[in-house]
């Protein structure tokens, strides 16, 4: 596995919050996508997950939010693309296998936190 690969999958396995939920949102799309960052297409997906709980003014704020945490974070840059992984590794360095795993994975840790929550909530 590349370190690229990995710093994904320590990403996703790192303990998730409401910040980290958006940040997973936002990192999801970009796999999706191809590392396209493409605003509306990530705010629709924070529609897609929270669309019983977030107006579209909320999902502008928790846009602008994950974007600007996961720039500090040197996980994106300005643009909205991801460049973190080390060595000049880019997204398009993963194997089918792996994209598909992370895309997988990302996709369960988004909807387990969202059942946890309504379990809570309940």
């Known amino acids: ?13 790192s303990r998730m919050d409401e910040e980290q939920f958006f940040q997973h949102i936002f990192i999801l799309t970009l796999l999706q996508h191809n590392n396209k960052h493409i605003e509306n297409i990530i705010k629709n997906n924070f529609f897609k997950y929270c669309r019983k709980t977030l107006s579209k003014s909320e999902i502008e704020i928790f846009y602008k939010k994950a974007k600007n945490s996961l720039v500090k974070q040197s996980i994106i840059n300005e643009n909205g693309k991801l460049i973190f992984c ?3 590794k880019k997204l398009d ?3 089918d296998y792996e994209m598909y795993d992370l895309i997988e994975s990302y996709e369960d840790k988004i909807e387990n936190y969202i059942k946890e929550k309504l379990l809570v909530a309940a």
């Open 1 to 13: 596995m590349r370190k690229c690969y990995e710093k994904l999958k320590l990403i996703m396995d």
């Open 86 to 88: 080390n060595n000049g």
């Open 93 to 95: 360095s993963l194997t």
